[in-house]
Every structure is written in structure tokens, then in C-alpha cells.
């Protein structure tokens, strides 16, 4: 009755789609996306909602500025997820048992246990793990797995890593493969791995890696980016992908670009030397000049550029990269 707000942040249900709702709380957490929408989970006492923030607010500069923790109050309309994108997450796996409506559940992860312990002053906890999940297939998901479940105090990044190429040396050899990596591992920042495979998680077994051409051709392309945005000009040369692809392929690899929200150039080496491509005629001749002396370019390769601020193009040919390799493998 006496409070700013209509509704708690753990009240809203698809019944009150299509309202206008005003909600107070602490900003949770943050997902950002390059030049575009971001998410914002807010929570209070009584639960927490996702906050979509559109590119088009007026309050977008404000709240990308925002902290975790941040406390704010925000004004909006209720929109209902849609079905494909609803995530219920892990289910636990309910178990039944000879009395009449009683069950019990298999344990996801011993969080609990683990916790205390770190919590009573043990420096390391180490515990291969038996999980269950009851949640939907995917390929990174199965609903039964054992991992090795490890939490350490005072510890750096380093240290973790260490530990880790250690446990996995010992551990290896117990399952009857053989560890050919030498220690330790090959590591990369993730700017290396943004800026090099357009990618967190890069695949290294094949090489396809971005190069930023802004220095050689940035001027050729007008920014559509915001006002005094640099614009940056990356590319990733596909190897014998003029040889390997055919008109399907070309334009399963333009459409794909389309789905990801990016715009491509393509320019396909002929083995004769002569340059094809998806722009005007002025400027593939203006890209041949200025490209042609690259060292990873050679003839029968595709060419792919991409044009934007920031990490966008490298986000963009990332995708490209993998997609462009799975092409390459059913060749």
C-alpha cells in the first residue's frame, strides 16, 4: 500500500502479460551483447525477473552503465517468454517408493556439502562426483555423468590451471588413453581467442584464423556504426574453399551470416588469379590491390570480410569459421 512498486520482482506469470508494471530491486546479473539489446535480472526479497533492454530505450546508455548490485526502479511491460526459448534448467530426477505418494530425489551436485566444508576453513575439497540430471538432450548435456567436483582457498588462476594439467596427466593414464599434450597446456587470454578465432571456447584444430585487415582496407568502407565509432574490417581466408564450394555452399554460407545479424563480403580466388566477388567491381579491385600481397591468401581460397566496431566482425567470422570447417568436413 505504501510502496513505489506494483508488483514484487517473484510476482509476474504470464497472466499479467501485456501490463504495465513498475519493479524496484538489485541488479543481479548482466548479460551484454556487442551493439545491441542486453538482459538485466533484477531481484528483491521475493524473487527476480529478466529485464529486457531494447537498443531503442532511452534509457539504454543509462543502464548499460549499470553494476551488479545496482539498485534501480524501472518501469515496463510484461512480454511472456516464448516456448522455444523457455529454459527450465536441470530437473531433479524423482525417484518413487513403496509408500503412497512419498518420492525422493537423486542428488545434482553435492553444493551443500561442499560449501560447508570451505565454509568451516578447509583449504581444498576434492570429490569425483556422481550427478543426475533430468533435464532436455543436447550435445554438451546428458543426464547421468561423474565429474570432479573441487574447491580451493587462496589460490590464483595459475594455480587452478596447474592442478588441473596435473590431475588430468595422472588421471588419463587410469583410463587407458594415452596424454600426448605436453605440459603445461597451451593457454590463450580471451582477448587472443576473441580476436583471433572470434570465440571463447576456439576450436584450435584447424587454423582459419581472423585477421584484422583494418590497417590495409578500413578506408574502403563507410562506418554505419554509431557516431565516431572506429570501424574495423576482419577476415578469415577459407583454404581451397573456391575449389571445394559450389553455388549451394556460397549461399548457405551468406544465409547463415544473415541469421547471425551480420552483413559478409566474399570474394572467391581463381585459380587463374582473377578475383570474384559479392561487391561493386570498383572496390573488388580495390580490395584484390590492397590484399593480394596477404600470406595467407593464395589461390582457390574464399575470402570472407566482415565490417564492424569493436568485437562484432570477430563475433560474426567466429561462427563463419565453424561453420565454414563443418562445410569443409563434408567435403
Known amino acids: 500500500?505504501?510502496?513505489?512498486?506494483?508488483?514484487?520482482?517473484?510476482?509476474?506469470?504470464?497472466?499479467?502479460?501485456?501490463?504495465?508494471?513498475?519493479l524496484y530491486g538489485w541488479v543481479r546479473h548482466i548479460r551484454r551483447f556487442v551493439n545491441g539489446p542486453f538482459f538485466l535480472t533484477l531481484h528483491d526479497a521475493y524473487g527476480s525477473t529478466q529485464l529486457l533492454v531494447e537498443k531503442v530505450s532511452p534509457f539504454y546508455k543509462v543502464l548499460e552503465q549499470l553494476?551488479?548490485?545496482?539498485?534501480?526502479?524501472?518501469?515496463?511491460?510484461?512480454?511472456v517468454r516464448p516456448e522455444t526459448m523457455i529454459n527450465k534448467g536441470a530437473r531433479e530426477f524423482l525417484v518413487p517408493t513403496r509408500q503412497p505418494e512419498l518420492f525422493y530425489t537423486l542428488v545434482q551436485s553435492p553444493q551443500q556439502f561442499k560449501q560447508l566444508l570451505m565454509v568451516g576453513g578447509l583449504d581444498r575439497y576434492f570429490q569425483f562426483a556422481r550427478c543426475y540430471r533430468d533435464e532436455d538432450s543436447r550435445a554438451d548435456r546428458q543426464p547421468e555423468f561423474t565429474q570432479l567436483d573441487l574447491e580451493m582457498s587462496f589460490v590464483n588462476q595459475n594455480a587452478i590451471q596447474s592442478l588441473i594439467e596435473d590431475l588430468i596427466q595422472d588421471i588419463w593414464p587410469v583410463t587407458g588413453h594415452k596424454l600426448s599434450t605436453p605440459t603445461p597446456f597451451?593457454?590463450?587470454?580471451?582477448?587472443?581467442?576473441?580476436?583471433?578465432y572470434g570465440s571463447d571456447k576456439p576450436d584450435v584444430?584447424?587454423?582459419?584464423?581472423?585477421?584484422?585487415?583494418?590497417?590495409?582496407?578500413?578506408?574502403?568502407?563507410?562506418?554505419?556504426?554509431?557516431?565516431?565509432?572506429?570501424?574495423?574490417?576482419?577476415?578469415i581466408a577459407v583454404p581451397d574453399g573456391e575449389n571445394h564450394f559450389k553455388r549451394p555452399e556460397f549461399d548457405q554460407i551468406h544465409d547463415f551470416a544473415k541469421r547471425s545479424d551480420g552483413d559478409i563480403v566474399m570474394l572467391r580466388i581463381k585459380q587463374d588469379g582473377n578475383w570474384k566477388g559479392n561487391?561493386?567491381?570498383?572496390?573488388?579491385?580495390?580490395?584484390?590491390?590492397?590484399?593480394?600481397?596477404?600470406?595467407?591468401?593464395?589461390?582457390?581460397?574464399?575470402?570472407?570480410?566482415?565490417?564492424?566496431?569493436?568485437?562484432?566482425?570477430?563475433?560474426?567470422?567466429g561462427k563463419l569459421r565453424t561453420f565454414c570447417a563443418d562445410l569443409l568436413e563434408t567435403k
Do not use: W
Not at 500500500?1 to 513498475?22: F, I, N, P
Not at 580490395?287 to 563475433?315: F, R
Open 1 to 22: 500500500k505504501y510502496c513505489s512498486r506494483s508488483h514484487t520482482c517473484g510476482q509476474l506469470c504470464k497472466d499479467h502479460a501485456g501490463q504495465t508494471v513498475e
Open 67 to 79: 553494476s551488479v548490485e545496482s539498485v534501480i526502479g524501472i518501469t515496463g511491460t510484461v512480454n
Open 186 to 196: 597451451p593457454r590463450m587470454s580471451f582477448t587472443e581467442a576473441v580476436t583471433k
Open 205 to 235: 584444430r584447424y587454423d582459419m584464423k581472423i585477421s584484422n585487415i583494418t590497417e590495409a582496407v578500413g578506408h574502403l568502407f563507410e562506418s554505419d556504426a554509431e557516431k565516431d565509432a572506429k570501424v574495423n574490417v576482419c577476415m
Open 279 to 317: 561487391v561493386s567491381m570498383s572496390l573488388l579491385q580495390n580490395l584484390k590491390s590492397q590484399l593480394q600481397n596477404e600470406t595467407a591468401i593464395k589461390s582457390g581460397d574464399l575470402l570472407i570480410i566482415s565490417v564492424g566496431v569493436k568485437y562484432k566482425p570477430n563475433l560474426l567470422l
